[in-house]
């Protein structure tokens, strides 16, 4: 399929170069400017061209700036360079359109009229599921699966209730972002009645050299936490049938 | 990464060759044999070499066969070929892990001793969701996703109850294989209080030519399922947020 797009906002993946999608590498190959988060992933950049201008998009550690300032700056950038005729390819971990603002990226771009595509990647929970043979569902087992952030809004947990109602059907939860508040987040499910020898999967850094699943379960975070420092980025998955297949 | 595998569990997204990983690409340029589902893209075959035997795995229309015996056999074939010493793919459309029976078959592998790894893949409700510009989730608006099979079990859905709390949360719902009972569905979301204006996304064969979205809402369906019929496969975004963003 020809490329007739100005801006691709691209998917990713969890961060292995073989985890891209076959029209995501075209478009990094193809790019004249590529907007990239913080990627946890350098190796995904060099597959660009050497004329390709990298721009870094993302958060400075306590750089203060405000996230709507950010977006705001990216879309003016997104369409300063479309304008110019370049190609532009702004990159995003995992999947766009999960956890990853992608949404509010290509509102901008349509409003402004700019050529505009999504290419999906590779989201972490899927990712981490098949590189640890974590099964998301089973036949006859689960009929359902859930992503859930665990960034809270307004100073809490939304949504817990149906977060609880997954884990208790035994479907799996794929929590995103969650390491920080996992044992906040935990006490609201056993406040919930999900069972305590629930298990818990952390994924860490998958798709990198250093991936590690981390195995704990409810009752026994608290003291896991106190001896592992599972590194980031992570992705958590909950639930009963959330262990690996042996 | 070099593949010590045997057998690889590949994940080949909605259809389209482009949305397939790289490591999916070369796990079946490199394959011996392909054991594959009804695919509904014979392009992704034929980037095999002229040498790689394909069979195909999946169901024959009314064949009456037993799900049980079926998937018996394709644990036969998985471990005949691999004890030949054969670079086996077993070839599944979007993702393994998401309603795709690849666990089962992971689980047989591993208690065989058999060396086997798993490729994720696109699934179906995030390329959908991508290529028609329908975001998942929003921020600040919704703080989860659902997965779930329009298959019943046991002649009922399951978790029923979930999957309006996701909707009535402003989340969306990726429903898959759901378009036979699509207005069973429907009729016991309203039982739950669902709002009869949610929209509903009917994404037709995504990842090909003829890739279409059609686009209802709960109380207008029945009449929409009357004057069209969406061709298969569609995974059926439902959701008050599950509409393209213009």
């Given at each position: 399929?020809?490329?007739?797009?100005?801006i691709?906002?691209?998917?990713?993946?969890?961060?292995?170069?073989?985890?891209?999608?076959?029209?995501?590498?075209?478009?990094i190959?193809?790019?004249d400017?590529?907007?990239?988060?913080?990627?946890?992933?350098?190796?995904?950049?060099?597959?660009?061209s050497p004329k390709?201008?990298?721009?870094?998009?993302?958060?400075?550690?306590?750089?203060?700036?405000?996230?709507?300032?950010?977006?705001?700056?990216?879309?003016?950038q997104?369409?300063l360079?479309?304008?110019?005729g370049?190609?532009?390819?702004?990159?995003?971990?995992?999947?766009?359109?999960?956890?990853?603002?992608?949404a509010?990226?290509?509102?901008?771009?349509l409003?402004?009229?700019?050529?505009i595509?999504?290419?999906?990647?590779?989201?972490?929970?899927?990712?981490?599921?098949?590189?640890?043979h974590?099964?998301v569902?089973?036949r006859?087992?689960?009929?359902?699966?859930?992503f859930?952030?665990?960034?809270?809004?307004?100073?809490?947990?939304?949504?817990?209730?149906?977060?609880?109602?997954?884990?208790?059907?035994n479907?799996?939860?794929?929590?995103?972002m969650?390491?920080?508040?996992?044992?906040?987040?935990v006490?609201?499910?056993l406040?919930?009645?999900v069972?305590?020898?629930t298990p818990?999967?952390?994924?860490?850094?998958v798709?990198?050299?250093?991936?590690?699943?981390?195995?704990t379960?409810?009752?026994?975070?608290s003291?896991?936490?106190?001896?592992?420092?599972?590194?980031?980025?992570?992705v958590?998955?909950?639930?009963?049938?959330?262990?690996?297949?042996?």
């Amino acid at each position: 399929m020809a490329n007739d797009h100005l801006i691709s906002i691209v998917g990713a993946g969890p961060g292995d170069p073989e985890l891209l999608t076959i029209r995501a590498l075209r478009r990094i190959e193809q790019a004249d400017i590529i907007l990239y988060d913080a990627l946890h992933g350098e190796d995904i950049l060099e597959l660009s061209s050497p004329k390709c201008i990298k721009i870094y998009a993302g958060k400075h550690y306590q750089d203060g700036q405000h996230q709507t300032e950010r977006q705001e700056q990216i879309h003016a950038q997104l369409k300063l360079y479309a304008l110019q005729g370049k190609r532009v390819v702004r990159l995003k971990a995992g999947d766009p359109f999960i956890f990853g603002r992608g949404a509010e990226e290509l509102e901008f771009c349509l409003r402004e009229n700019l050529c505009i595509e999504v290419v999906p990647g590779i989201t972490a929970g899927l990712a981490a599921a098949t590189t640890f043979h974590i099964p998301v569902t089973l036949r006859g087992v689960n009929s359902m699966a859930l992503f859930y952030t665990g960034h809270k809004r307004n100073g809490g947990f939304v949504d817990i209730e149906t977060v609880a109602s997954v884990i208790k059907a035994n479907a799996p939860v794929m929590v995103y972002m969650g390491l920080k508040n996992l044992e906040i987040l935990v006490a609201e499910l056993l406040d919930r009645e999900v069972a305590s020898d629930t298990p818990i999967q952390i994924a860490s850094r998958v798709g990198h050299n250093d991936q590690q699943l981390y195995t704990t379960s409810i009752c026994e975070l608290s003291q896991f936490l106190q001896q592992n420092d599972p590194p980031m980025p992570a992705v958590i998955l909950l639930g009963a049938y959330a262990h690996k297949v042996r």
